[in-house]
């Protein structure tokens, strides 16, 4: 069973930062895309940012030059820093990655439970 965890949530000022962290755990045979999104209240999700297997990352317009997203294959743990928080950044962070487990031969999507993000005005 491969599971997601999530971290480093919590309630910041406008301007402030965060980091979030996600890690993947289980019978993991291999990891391709580890990918961060989000769910405001009465929005829809959101994707924010995605770290391919190859290094490629790529973000949502409105966290460009805010948010970074980074991954430690070793660890099966990917980041998100969050600088120059906004309210409208306030939202349930999810983690979503494509695995392919140690007894699989396909790669198939797993979510974590999510973390809270409140940014305060």
């Known amino acids: 069973q491969v599971q997601l965890v999530e971290s480093g949530g919590g309630f910041v000022q406008s301007g402030g930062s965060l980091r979030l962290s996600c890690v993947a755990s289980?019978?993991?045979?291999?990891?391709?895309?580890m990918a961060w999104y989000r769910q405001a209240p009465g929005k829809q999700r959101e994707l924010v940012a995605a770290f391919s297997s190859g290094g490629t990352a790529n973000y949502a317009d409105s966290v460009k030059g805010r948010f970074a997203i980074s991954r430690d294959n070793a660890r099966n743990t990917v980041y998100l820093q969050m600088n120059s928080l906004k309210p409208e950044d306030t939202a349930i962070y999810c983690c979503?990655?494509?695995?392919?487990?140690?007894?699989?031969?396909?790669?198939?999507?797993?979510w974590g439970q999510g973390t809270r993000v409140t940014v305060s005005s």
């Open positions: 979503n990655s494509n695995i392919r487990t140690a007894y699989s031969t396909g790669y198939r999507a797993y």
């Open positions: 289980g019978s993991i045979g291999s990891i391709d895309l």
